[in-house]
């Protein structure tokens, strides 16, 4: 069967990145990552940790077509890292496994990664089809530990999302 192509987009909340101070090093990972994987990729964004611009960017994605969009950066815990804030109220619904297991795979490499909150999340925006949401770290083992983890459900998640039935054959089918 072959596998629909589907868009998607990549977020980099920074403050420093949109003031050029320095140059966005995780973004590219994810948007290339995204690619292998078969997704048409979005040129990436970059926002300042401002919550109505990450708001808007966010939006901006989804009514531009978006059924995959991964932010980076805004997850750990300092006080400008804002980027799960505005998720959780853009969210329909919360995917915590998701982000559980790229916590856990990371931390196996850098305890540092326990400190990230980032949501995997479903984003249903009125008028709009709904999208999944990943919060990535703002560092670059991060966003290969995220896409890593979620990237191979990635597919299967925008079918699920579009009404697709569950693969009868799959490990654990039918165990709900």
Do not use: W
């Not at 994987?37 to 970059?46: P, Q």
């Not at 932010?71 to 982000?99: C, F, H, K, N, Q």
């Not at 980032?118 to 919060?135: K, S």
């Amino acid at each position: 069967m072959a596998v629909m192509s589907y868009s998607a987009a990549v977020i980099t909340c920074s403050d420093r990145a949109a003031a050029s101070v320095y140059e966005d090093r995780s973004g590219p990972v994810l948007r290339e990552a995204l690619a292998e994987l078969g997704f048409e990729v979005a040129d990436g964004v970059v926002v300042p940790d401002h919550p109505e611009q990450i708001r808007r960017a966010i939006q901006d994605a989804v009514r531009e077509g978006a059924r995959v969009i991964f932010t980076t950066g805004g997850t750990g815990i300092s006080p400008t890292d804002l980027t799960v804030e505005i998720t959780r109220e853009l969210m329909a619904y919360e995917v915590p496994g998701l982000m559980e297991e790229v916590r856990r795979v990371g931390s196996q490499k850098e305890p540092r990664a326990l400190l990230s909150r980032g949501l995997a999340a479903i984003l249903a925006l009125p008028g709009q089809q709904r999208a999944i949401i990943v919060n990535a770290p703002g560092s670059r083992g991060g966003a290969r530990d995220s896409v890593e983890v979620v990237g191979p459900l990635l597919h299967h998640i925008v079918e699920q999302l579009d009404g697709s039935d569950h693969p009868t054959d799959a490990p654990g089918a039918g165990a709900e």
